[in-house]
Structures are given as structure tokens and as C-alpha cells.
């Protein structure tokens, strides 16, 4: 293992019958880093996951966690991460105290450690006033702060967390991540996948999956600066007709509805844009407002995901 590095992976890559669910997925983590893994439904999040974790094997390629191989030694990659897949398994019949409790005694947590770990989870989580409720009678968000609790009650290296804000409500949502960078903090490790462009934002790096493969990796800003000067943004009377009129304009690579404001990316701005706009007028579509406009995370990751989609085709 190269020094630093918490994750390696190589060529990891996993079909499911006739399905290739990744396919062939370089990329390192260095320790200490806080790493989004972005794609659409069903692009491989959750599969790489499984893997790097040692749940689910890979039929080929590799990946080292903490200079654990998770083809050659699945169950030694266990004692150095936490894993909160989609569905985490809290006992709604016990307690808060009592689920943690329970892993505690899964990753053979000594006695002696365990009321300062606690002391630091609840510090995190805010969960220490409710030690004694039951689980299965927390908020949506109260369940989701506990699953982070009870992965990281064995003070793993690498913490890996599938979509751990699925479905909670923005304060909890803004919670969960407080306590994401504050174990970023303490120099954990951090492989989060989501859905969600706002939490990619506040990662250090990004890789977004599309079918399985890597189609990019950098930082947010450097995704999202490779659209710099080519984000033309509309207002139109009629924006659902604009939209879908610059979007098969030939020379408009995408054109994407942000409420009732049209981002068109164009790759030639000088060369086309008064062109596109002469074509609009033409077609009876009004425009009242057009300038240019700072490309969004979410430009990004659909204009690659479309290069992608014309590649393969
Ligand atoms: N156990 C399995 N058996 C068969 N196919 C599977 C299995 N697990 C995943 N797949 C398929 O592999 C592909 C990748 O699925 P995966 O769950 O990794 O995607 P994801 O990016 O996590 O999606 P989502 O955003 O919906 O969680 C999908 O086509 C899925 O149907
Ligand atoms: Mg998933």
C-alpha cells in the first residue's frame, strides 16, 4: 500500500448474471479524506460498496482496505471499517443504549472502553437524552444518527455509508453531516455514497458511477469548473418549450430546467449561442432574460453522464 492511502482499488468488478453492476473501478482514498461515490439509480453505488466492505466478492479486480485485500481476506477488512448499507439493522425492541450495546459486543468491544466511546457517540449524535427509548419509536433522522452510533462504537479507520441520509428531513440531514465532518476530524476515513448534489458538495473528492463504470474523479470545484464559460442561463415565457427546443438544438450539448430558469450548456459560446438565440426567436419561443451563468454541480455530472451515454453508443 502506498503511504496514506485507506483505500485502493483496482479494477473492481462484479456482474450479476448477465448485468455488469461495476465494471472495472480504479481509485485511491488517502487516508483522512472525506469521498462522495455519486451516480444515478442503479449506476453501482451501492455494489462497490458491498464490496469494499467485504460483504460481497468481486469476480474480478481488487481492493486493498488498510492494506487488506477484500478478494484474498474479507473478514480482515471488517475490523478496520463500519458499514452502514441502505438498510442498517437496529432492533426496534431495544433501546438506544442496548443497540449499541449489541454491536459493541459484535466487534468485541471491551467492557473498559466502552463508557468513554459512549460518552464521545452521544457527544456526536445528540442521542445521550434518549438512551433508554426504544428504537423502533425514533424519528426517521434519530434512527439514522443511532446506525452511524453503532458502526462507529468500534472506532473503525474507514467508515463507509451507503445514502445515510435517505429519506430524513433537512435538519437532520444537516445534522447527520455535522457529525460526518467530525469524524472526518478525528482523521476517520470517510466513503459516502449519495444521491443527494448538495452533500456531494461538501466532499473532498468525487466519483460519479454511471453503469457501473468511473467516468470521473476530481474535486467538486474542478468538476464543476470544467463547464466554466459555457453555462448560458434562460428565462423564457413558456420554459418547459424553451428547454426542450435548446435541448435538440444542435448546438447546445443539454439544456436542464433549475425551477423555471433554463441552464443550456454550449460548448462554442462565441461561435453559436447568437445563433441558438436567433433559432429560438425564429421558433416563436420568447426569451426575456439570458446571460451567463457559474455551472452547478449537477451541470456537471449530467453533461458527463451524457458524454458517457454518446460514447457507448
Ligand atoms: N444481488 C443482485 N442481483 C442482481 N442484480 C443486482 C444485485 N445487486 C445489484 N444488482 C444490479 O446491479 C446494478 C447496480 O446496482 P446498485 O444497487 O449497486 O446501484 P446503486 O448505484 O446503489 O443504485 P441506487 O441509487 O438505486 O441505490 C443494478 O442494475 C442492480 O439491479
Ligand atoms: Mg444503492
Redesign the pocket.
Known sequence: MALGLAVDVDGLSRR??S?E??SGVTFQVPQGELFGIV??????????LRMLAGVLRPTTGDARIADVSVARDPEGVKRHIAYMS?RFGLYGDLTVRENIEFYADLFLVSKTDRPKRLERLYGFSGLGPFEHRLAGQLSGGMKQKLGLCCALIHEPDIMLL??PTFGVDPISRRDLWLIVHDMVATGITVLV?T?YLDEAERCDRVAL?HD?RLIALDTPDALQQRLSGRIRSVRADDPRRARHFLDRHQAVTQAVLFGDVIHATVEHVDRDWPRVLRDVAAAGIAIHEEESAEPTLEDAFIDLVRASDRHAD
Do not use: C
Open positions: 450479476f448474471g448485468i453492476a461495476v451516480g444515478p439509480d442503479g449506476a453501482g453505488k451501492t455494489t462497490t441502505q451507503d445514502e455514497a444521491a458511477l457501473g
